[in-house]
Protein backbone atom coordinates (compact mmCIF):
# COMPACT_ATOMS: atom_id res chain seq x y z
CA UNK A 1 0.00 0.00 0.00
CA UNK A 2 1.32 3.48 -0.94
CA UNK A 3 0.12 5.94 1.46
CA UNK A 4 1.23 9.00 -0.74
CA UNK A 5 -0.84 7.49 -3.89
CA UNK A 6 -3.51 6.75 -1.27
CA UNK A 7 -3.28 10.73 -0.15
CA UNK A 8 -3.07 11.84 -3.83
CA UNK A 9 -5.90 10.07 -4.92
CA UNK A 10 -7.96 11.07 -1.84
CA UNK A 11 -7.08 14.75 -2.10
CA UNK A 12 -8.63 14.52 -5.92
CA UNK A 13 -11.45 13.07 -5.05
CA UNK A 14 -12.29 15.58 -2.36
CA UNK A 15 -11.66 18.05 -4.69
CA UNK A 16 -13.84 16.87 -7.13
CA UNK A 17 -16.85 16.13 -4.44
CA UNK A 18 -16.53 19.48 -3.34
CA UNK A 19 -17.67 20.77 -6.92
CA UNK A 20 -20.96 19.59 -6.35
CA UNK A 21 -22.77 21.29 -3.87
CA UNK A 22 -26.07 19.29 -4.22
CA UNK A 23 -24.11 16.22 -3.59
CA UNK A 24 -24.63 13.24 -0.72
CA UNK A 25 -20.86 13.42 -0.31
CA UNK A 26 -20.82 17.09 -0.32
CA UNK A 27 -22.70 17.55 2.61
CA UNK A 28 -20.64 14.82 4.16
CA UNK A 29 -17.85 16.65 4.15
CA UNK A 30 -19.72 20.03 4.75
CA UNK A 31 -21.13 18.52 7.78
CA UNK A 32 -17.90 17.02 8.79
CA UNK A 33 -16.04 20.93 8.74
CA UNK A 34 -13.81 19.47 5.57
CA UNK A 35 -14.15 22.83 2.86
CA UNK A 36 -11.03 22.23 1.22
CA UNK A 37 -8.69 19.10 -0.09
CA UNK A 38 -4.93 20.85 0.05
CA UNK A 39 -4.57 20.48 3.82
CA UNK A 40 -6.47 16.77 4.02
CA UNK A 41 -4.74 14.16 5.56
CA UNK A 42 -6.51 10.31 5.93
CA UNK A 43 -6.18 10.95 9.30
CA UNK A 44 -8.21 13.86 9.46
CA UNK A 45 -10.95 13.05 7.00
CA UNK A 46 -11.52 9.75 8.75
CA UNK A 47 -11.72 11.58 11.89
CA UNK A 48 -13.96 14.31 10.61
CA UNK A 49 -16.04 12.79 7.19
CA UNK A 50 -19.26 11.19 8.16
CA UNK A 51 -20.05 7.98 7.38
CA UNK A 52 -22.66 6.74 4.54
CA UNK A 53 -25.06 3.79 5.30
CA UNK A 54 -27.16 1.88 2.79
CA UNK A 55 -30.48 3.92 3.55
CA UNK A 56 -29.00 7.10 2.53
CA UNK A 57 -28.04 5.99 -0.50
CA UNK A 58 -31.04 4.58 -1.23
CA UNK A 59 -33.30 7.50 0.18
CA UNK A 60 -30.87 9.52 -2.18
CA UNK A 61 -31.84 7.71 -5.44
CA UNK A 62 -35.52 8.24 -4.59
CA UNK A 63 -34.73 11.86 -3.76
CA UNK A 64 -32.78 12.30 -6.82
CA UNK A 65 -33.82 9.86 -9.41
CA UNK A 66 -32.56 7.33 -11.15
CA UNK A 67 -29.19 7.35 -10.20
CA UNK A 68 -29.11 9.41 -6.86
CA UNK A 69 -26.81 13.06 -6.11
CA UNK A 70 -23.44 11.90 -6.20
CA UNK A 71 -22.63 11.66 -10.07
CA UNK A 72 -19.81 14.28 -10.81
CA UNK A 73 -19.42 14.34 -14.75
CA UNK A 74 -21.97 14.92 -17.87
CA UNK A 75 -24.44 12.09 -17.74
CA UNK A 76 -23.55 11.50 -21.33
CA UNK A 77 -20.10 10.27 -19.58
CA UNK A 78 -21.70 7.54 -17.92
CA UNK A 79 -21.60 3.85 -19.67
CA UNK A 80 -22.04 1.47 -17.59
CA UNK A 81 -25.21 0.64 -15.18
CA UNK A 82 -25.07 -2.37 -12.61
CA UNK A 83 -27.32 -3.57 -10.20
CA UNK A 84 -27.18 -4.28 -6.72
CA UNK A 85 -28.58 -7.62 -5.56
CA UNK A 86 -31.22 -6.22 -3.48
CA UNK A 87 -30.34 -8.62 -0.37
CA UNK A 88 -30.37 -6.34 1.77
CA UNK A 89 -33.66 -4.27 0.52
CA UNK A 90 -34.56 -2.28 -2.61
CA UNK A 91 -32.07 -2.66 -5.61
CA UNK A 92 -30.11 -0.20 -6.68
CA UNK A 93 -29.02 0.97 -10.44
CA UNK A 94 -25.28 2.29 -9.95
CA UNK A 95 -23.46 4.10 -13.28
CA UNK A 96 -19.92 4.53 -14.06
CA UNK A 97 -18.01 6.49 -16.59
CA UNK A 98 -15.35 4.46 -18.55
CA UNK A 99 -12.35 5.42 -16.67
CA UNK A 100 -14.31 4.50 -13.14
CA UNK A 101 -15.50 1.40 -15.26
CA UNK A 102 -11.37 0.67 -16.37
CA UNK A 103 -10.22 1.36 -12.55
CA UNK A 104 -11.94 -1.48 -11.80
CA UNK A 105 -10.72 -3.50 -14.45
CA UNK A 106 -7.32 -3.11 -13.44
CA UNK A 107 -7.91 -4.21 -10.35
CA UNK A 108 -8.78 -7.73 -11.48
CA UNK A 109 -5.79 -7.61 -13.02
CA UNK A 110 -4.24 -7.65 -9.55
CA UNK A 111 -6.25 -10.35 -8.56
CA UNK A 112 -5.43 -12.61 -11.69
CA UNK A 113 -1.82 -11.92 -10.98
CA UNK A 114 -1.87 -13.23 -7.46
CA UNK A 115 -4.19 -15.87 -8.55
CA UNK A 116 -1.62 -17.08 -10.76
CA UNK A 117 -3.21 -17.41 -14.01
CA UNK A 118 -1.64 -18.22 -17.30
CA UNK A 119 -2.82 -15.93 -20.36
CA UNK A 120 -1.28 -18.41 -22.65
CA UNK A 121 -2.66 -21.70 -20.66
CA UNK A 122 -5.85 -20.97 -19.04
CA UNK A 123 -9.33 -20.71 -20.56
CA UNK A 124 -11.87 -18.54 -18.05
CA UNK A 125 -15.39 -19.98 -17.71
CA UNK A 126 -17.85 -17.72 -15.98
CA UNK A 127 -20.67 -19.64 -14.56
CA UNK A 128 -23.43 -16.82 -13.97
CA UNK A 129 -26.25 -15.05 -15.31
CA UNK A 130 -24.38 -12.04 -17.17
CA UNK A 131 -27.34 -9.70 -15.89
CA UNK A 132 -27.41 -6.46 -14.84
CA UNK A 133 -25.55 -7.38 -11.68
CA UNK A 134 -22.23 -6.35 -10.91
CA UNK A 135 -20.70 -10.04 -10.08
CA UNK A 136 -18.15 -11.07 -12.57
CA UNK A 137 -18.75 -8.27 -15.02
CA UNK A 138 -15.47 -6.75 -14.77
CA UNK A 139 -13.73 -9.98 -14.09
CA UNK A 140 -14.76 -11.18 -17.27
CA UNK A 141 -14.53 -7.87 -19.24
CA UNK A 142 -10.74 -7.49 -17.43
CA UNK A 143 -9.62 -10.94 -18.73
CA UNK A 144 -11.12 -10.27 -22.30
CA UNK A 145 -8.79 -6.45 -21.99
CA UNK A 146 -5.72 -9.24 -20.76
CA UNK A 147 -6.61 -11.56 -23.79
CA UNK A 148 -7.81 -14.39 -21.86
CA UNK A 149 -9.90 -16.95 -23.76
CA UNK A 150 -13.03 -16.06 -21.95
CA UNK A 151 -16.00 -18.61 -22.10
CA UNK A 152 -19.44 -17.07 -21.18
CA UNK A 153 -22.05 -19.41 -18.91
CA UNK A 154 -25.14 -17.51 -18.95
CA UNK A 155 -28.76 -18.39 -19.78
CA UNK A 156 -27.59 -21.99 -19.63
CA UNK A 157 -28.74 -25.02 -17.13
CA UNK A 158 -25.79 -26.47 -15.27
CA UNK A 159 -25.45 -29.81 -16.90
CA UNK A 160 -25.30 -27.30 -20.09
CA UNK A 161 -22.64 -25.40 -18.08
CA UNK A 162 -20.89 -28.42 -16.95
CA UNK A 163 -21.19 -30.23 -20.98
CA UNK A 164 -19.57 -26.22 -22.76
CA UNK A 165 -17.16 -26.37 -19.84
CA UNK A 166 -15.75 -29.90 -20.56
CA UNK A 167 -15.77 -29.10 -24.24
CA UNK A 168 -14.24 -25.70 -24.61
CA UNK A 169 -11.40 -27.23 -21.48
CA UNK A 170 -11.51 -24.32 -19.17
CA UNK A 171 -9.09 -24.18 -17.02
CA UNK A 172 -10.41 -21.83 -14.78
CA UNK A 173 -14.00 -21.26 -13.20
CA UNK A 174 -15.34 -17.97 -12.01
CA UNK A 175 -18.85 -18.77 -9.97
CA UNK A 176 -19.84 -18.31 -5.86
CA UNK A 177 -18.76 -20.99 -3.31
CA UNK A 178 -22.62 -22.48 -3.15
CA UNK A 179 -23.31 -22.43 -7.23
CA UNK A 180 -19.52 -24.22 -6.84
CA UNK A 181 -20.99 -27.28 -4.61
CA UNK A 182 -24.05 -27.12 -6.67
CA UNK A 183 -21.98 -27.87 -9.77
CA UNK A 184 -19.69 -29.81 -8.96
CA UNK A 185 -22.24 -32.50 -7.07
CA UNK A 186 -23.18 -33.04 -10.71
CA UNK A 187 -19.73 -33.79 -12.23
CA UNK A 188 -20.26 -37.57 -13.58
CA UNK A 189 -17.01 -40.20 -11.73
CA UNK A 190 -15.67 -40.13 -15.25
CA UNK A 191 -15.15 -36.58 -16.78
CA UNK A 192 -12.59 -34.50 -18.80
CA UNK A 193 -12.95 -31.70 -17.02
CA UNK A 194 -9.58 -29.31 -16.38
CA UNK A 195 -10.42 -26.99 -13.68
CA UNK A 196 -7.34 -26.44 -12.13
CA UNK A 197 -8.40 -22.97 -10.37
CA UNK A 198 -12.14 -21.90 -9.35
CA UNK A 199 -12.61 -18.31 -7.98
CA UNK A 200 -15.69 -17.37 -6.06
CA UNK A 201 -17.38 -14.48 -4.81
CA UNK A 202 -20.58 -13.48 -4.06
CA UNK A 203 -21.01 -14.57 -0.58
CA UNK A 204 -19.14 -15.75 2.62
CA UNK A 205 -17.36 -18.84 2.34
CA UNK A 206 -14.79 -19.06 -0.18
CA UNK A 207 -12.40 -18.74 2.75
CA UNK A 208 -13.33 -20.86 5.68
CA UNK A 209 -10.98 -24.10 5.75
CA UNK A 210 -14.07 -26.68 5.09
CA UNK A 211 -15.97 -25.30 2.26
CA UNK A 212 -13.10 -24.84 0.25
CA UNK A 213 -11.63 -28.62 1.08
CA UNK A 214 -15.45 -30.22 0.12
CA UNK A 215 -15.19 -27.68 -3.46
CA UNK A 216 -12.03 -28.25 -3.84
CA UNK A 217 -12.92 -32.40 -3.80
CA UNK A 218 -15.36 -32.38 -5.74
CA UNK A 219 -13.56 -30.81 -8.50
CA UNK A 220 -10.82 -32.93 -8.62
CA UNK A 221 -8.69 -31.31 -6.51
CA UNK A 222 -9.16 -27.74 -7.86
CA UNK A 223 -7.61 -24.77 -5.91
CA UNK A 224 -9.98 -22.63 -4.52
CA UNK A 225 -9.53 -18.54 -4.46
CA UNK A 226 -11.38 -16.07 -2.56
CA UNK A 227 -12.30 -12.63 -3.36
CA UNK A 228 -15.31 -10.29 -2.68
CA UNK A 229 -16.29 -6.85 -3.93
CA UNK A 230 -19.99 -5.03 -4.11
CA UNK A 231 -21.63 -3.23 -6.98
CA UNK A 232 -21.33 0.01 -5.00
CA UNK A 233 -17.53 -0.19 -3.80
CA UNK A 234 -16.45 -2.48 -7.00
CA UNK A 235 -13.80 -5.03 -6.18
CA UNK A 236 -12.37 -4.98 -2.63
CA UNK A 237 -9.75 -8.08 -2.18
CA UNK A 238 -7.52 -10.78 -3.65
CA UNK A 239 -6.66 -13.92 -1.91
CA UNK A 240 -2.56 -15.50 -2.51
CA UNK A 241 -2.19 -19.07 -2.42
CA UNK A 242 0.24 -18.68 0.47
CA UNK A 243 -2.51 -17.09 2.92
CA UNK A 244 -5.62 -19.22 1.64
CA UNK A 245 -7.93 -18.64 4.60
CA UNK A 246 -7.58 -14.50 4.35
CA UNK A 247 -8.30 -11.81 1.77
CA UNK A 248 -6.28 -9.03 1.52
CA UNK A 249 -6.49 -5.47 0.49
CA UNK A 250 -6.51 -4.59 -3.12
CA UNK A 251 -3.95 -1.42 -3.02
CA UNK A 252 -4.73 2.11 -3.52
CA UNK A 253 -8.33 1.88 -4.75
CA UNK A 254 -9.96 2.26 -1.07
CA UNK A 255 -9.02 3.99 2.17
CA UNK A 256 -9.91 1.12 4.02
CA UNK A 257 -11.08 0.93 8.17
CA UNK A 258 -12.16 -1.41 10.23
CA UNK A 259 -14.51 0.18 12.85
CA UNK A 260 -16.08 -1.45 16.30
CA UNK A 261 -20.01 -2.52 15.68
CA UNK A 262 -20.69 -0.28 18.84
CA UNK A 263 -18.40 2.72 19.25
CA UNK A 264 -17.40 3.33 15.70
CA UNK A 265 -13.60 3.57 16.19
CA UNK A 266 -10.97 1.83 14.58
CA UNK A 267 -10.46 -1.85 16.02
CA UNK A 268 -7.08 -3.42 16.83
CA UNK A 269 -5.61 -5.74 14.79
CA UNK A 270 -6.82 -9.53 15.74
CA UNK A 271 -10.37 -8.02 16.91
CA UNK A 272 -13.37 -7.81 14.55
CA UNK A 273 -15.14 -5.06 13.23
CA UNK A 274 -17.59 -3.59 10.32
CA UNK A 275 -15.43 -3.05 6.85
CA UNK A 276 -15.86 0.77 5.83
CA UNK A 277 -14.59 1.98 2.60
CA UNK A 278 -13.92 5.15 0.87
CA UNK A 279 -13.53 4.64 -3.30
CA UNK A 280 -10.69 7.17 -3.85
CA UNK A 281 -10.76 5.37 -7.64
CA UNK A 282 -13.94 5.50 -8.39
CA UNK A 283 -14.91 9.37 -8.25
CA UNK A 284 -17.45 9.49 -11.00
CA UNK A 285 -19.64 8.09 -8.41
CA UNK A 286 -17.96 7.55 -5.32
CA UNK A 287 -18.89 6.75 -1.82
CA UNK A 288 -17.09 8.32 1.84
CA UNK A 289 -16.90 6.17 4.85
CA UNK A 290 -19.39 4.01 3.41
CA UNK A 291 -20.34 1.31 6.21
CA UNK A 292 -20.44 -2.13 3.83
CA UNK A 293 -22.27 -3.99 6.48
CA UNK A 294 -19.36 -6.91 5.74
CA UNK A 295 -17.61 -8.32 9.33
CA UNK A 296 -13.98 -8.68 8.98
CA UNK A 297 -11.31 -9.76 11.50
CA UNK A 298 -8.48 -6.91 10.99
CA UNK A 299 -4.70 -8.32 10.23
CA UNK A 300 -2.22 -7.41 8.21
CA UNK A 301 0.67 -9.31 5.93
CA UNK A 302 3.81 -7.80 3.98
CA UNK A 303 3.45 -7.76 0.15
CA UNK A 304 6.61 -6.29 -1.49
CA UNK A 305 8.03 -5.06 1.81
CA UNK A 306 4.92 -3.10 3.03
CA UNK A 307 2.10 -4.04 5.34
CA UNK A 308 -0.93 -4.53 3.67
CA UNK A 309 -4.58 -5.07 5.73
CA UNK A 310 -6.16 -8.50 5.27
CA UNK A 311 -8.45 -10.28 6.61
CA UNK A 312 -8.53 -13.70 8.68
CA UNK A 313 -11.48 -15.88 7.20
CA UNK A 314 -12.46 -13.33 4.69
CA UNK A 315 -15.46 -12.10 4.94
CA UNK A 316 -17.13 -13.70 8.48
CA UNK A 317 -20.26 -12.93 7.82
CA UNK A 318 -23.04 -9.83 7.11
CA UNK A 319 -23.36 -7.53 9.90
CA UNK A 320 -27.26 -7.57 9.62
CA UNK A 321 -26.77 -11.42 9.24
CA UNK A 322 -25.30 -11.83 12.88
CA UNK A 323 -27.63 -13.25 15.21
CA UNK A 324 -27.85 -13.26 18.97
CA UNK A 325 -28.93 -16.72 20.55
CA UNK A 326 -29.32 -17.00 23.96
CA UNK A 327 -25.51 -14.93 24.46
CA UNK A 328 -24.20 -16.58 21.28
CA UNK A 329 -23.00 -14.42 18.22
CA UNK A 330 -24.34 -16.64 15.82
CA UNK A 331 -22.92 -16.17 12.17
CA UNK A 332 -24.40 -17.94 8.98
CA UNK A 333 -20.62 -18.95 7.73
CA UNK A 334 -20.64 -20.54 11.27
CA UNK A 335 -23.10 -23.27 10.62
CA UNK A 336 -21.93 -23.37 6.88
CA UNK A 337 -18.90 -24.59 7.60
CA UNK A 338 -19.99 -27.04 10.36
CA UNK A 339 -22.64 -28.21 7.22
CA UNK A 340 -20.13 -29.08 4.89
CA UNK A 341 -17.82 -31.07 6.72
CA UNK A 342 -20.25 -33.70 6.35
CA UNK A 343 -20.70 -35.84 3.05
CA UNK A 344 -24.48 -36.78 3.68
CA UNK A 345 -25.91 -33.55 3.98
CA UNK A 346 -27.53 -31.70 1.08
CA UNK A 347 -29.46 -28.56 1.34
CA UNK A 348 -30.26 -27.13 4.18
CA UNK A 349 -32.37 -23.92 6.19
CA UNK A 350 -32.11 -22.31 9.04
CA UNK A 351 -34.94 -20.97 10.47
CA UNK A 352 -35.23 -18.09 13.42
CA UNK A 353 -38.00 -17.79 15.33
CA UNK A 354 -38.83 -15.76 18.26
CA UNK A 355 -40.52 -17.71 21.80
CA UNK A 356 -41.38 -15.64 24.90
CA UNK A 357 -39.85 -12.73 23.31
CA UNK A 358 -36.13 -14.94 22.98
CA UNK A 359 -34.12 -15.39 19.55
CA UNK A 360 -34.21 -19.35 19.14
CA UNK A 361 -32.48 -21.21 16.26
CA UNK A 362 -33.78 -24.51 14.28
CA UNK A 363 -31.94 -26.54 11.61
CA UNK A 364 -33.21 -28.33 8.82
CA UNK A 365 -31.46 -30.71 6.76
CA UNK A 366 -31.41 -32.85 3.68
CA UNK A 367 -30.39 -36.04 4.44
CA UNK A 368 -28.61 -38.32 1.69
CA UNK A 369 -28.85 -41.62 3.49
CA UNK A 370 -32.48 -41.07 6.01
CA UNK A 371 -32.23 -44.91 7.30
CA UNK A 372 -29.31 -43.07 9.98
CA UNK A 373 -31.18 -40.46 11.41
CA UNK A 374 -30.78 -40.72 14.77
CA UNK A 375 -27.25 -41.71 14.95
CA UNK A 376 -26.36 -38.78 12.50
CA UNK A 377 -28.71 -36.61 14.93
CA UNK A 378 -27.01 -37.46 17.65
CA UNK A 379 -23.79 -36.91 16.60
CA UNK A 380 -24.54 -33.65 14.30
CA UNK A 381 -26.39 -32.12 17.60
CA UNK A 382 -23.37 -32.69 20.02
CA UNK A 383 -20.41 -31.21 17.13
CA UNK A 384 -22.75 -28.09 16.54
CA UNK A 385 -23.40 -27.25 20.71
CA UNK A 386 -19.35 -28.47 21.02
CA UNK A 387 -18.30 -25.45 18.53
CA UNK A 388 -20.87 -22.95 18.82
CA UNK A 389 -22.28 -23.82 22.55
CA UNK A 390 -25.89 -23.79 22.31
CA UNK A 391 -28.42 -26.75 21.56
CA UNK A 392 -29.67 -26.65 18.19
CA UNK A 393 -32.64 -28.40 17.41
CA UNK A 394 -32.03 -30.59 14.51
CA UNK A 395 -34.90 -32.30 11.87
CA UNK A 396 -34.05 -33.96 8.31
CA UNK A 397 -36.67 -33.61 5.54
CA UNK A 398 -36.53 -35.74 2.11
CA UNK A 399 -33.95 -35.42 -0.14
CA UNK A 400 -34.56 -32.41 -2.88
CA UNK A 401 -36.64 -30.20 -0.74
CA UNK A 402 -35.21 -27.02 -0.49
CA UNK A 403 -34.21 -25.17 -3.80
CA UNK A 404 -30.69 -24.73 -4.87
CA UNK A 405 -29.13 -21.69 -5.84
CA UNK A 406 -27.40 -20.30 -9.04
CA UNK A 407 -26.30 -17.31 -7.28
CA UNK A 408 -27.03 -16.31 -3.49
CA UNK A 409 -27.69 -18.42 -1.30
CA UNK A 410 -30.61 -17.75 0.77
CA UNK A 411 -30.74 -20.38 3.40
CA UNK A 412 -31.82 -18.60 6.48
CA UNK A 413 -35.46 -17.65 7.33
CA UNK A 414 -36.30 -15.58 10.15
CA UNK A 415 -40.11 -16.29 11.49
Not at 136 to 149: C, D, G
Not at 270 to 291: C, S
Request: aromatic share 8%.
Amino acid sequence: MNNDTELISLKNLIKKQLGFPNSLNYKKLISGGIDDSENITKESFINNCLFTVKSEITQDHLETPPFGSNLTSNINSYTKLSKTSGTTGNSISWIDTTDDWNSMLDAWSIIFEYAELDRIQDSLFFAFSFGPFLGFWTAYEAASKLNFMTIPGGGMSSRARLKLLSDSSSSVLFCTPTYALRLGELIEKKNSIKVRKIIVAGEPGGSVPSIKQKISDLWNGAEIIDHHGMTEVGPVTFQRSSSPTDLTMLPNFHIAEVIDLKTNLEVDVGETGELVLTTIRRPGNALLRYKTGDLVKKGFEVINGENVLNFEGGIISRVDDMHVIRGVNVYPSSIDSIIKRHEGIGEYRVRIITKNSMKEIELELELDEPSNQNHFKMQFSNELHSILNLRIPVSFVPKGTFDRFDFKASRWIIE
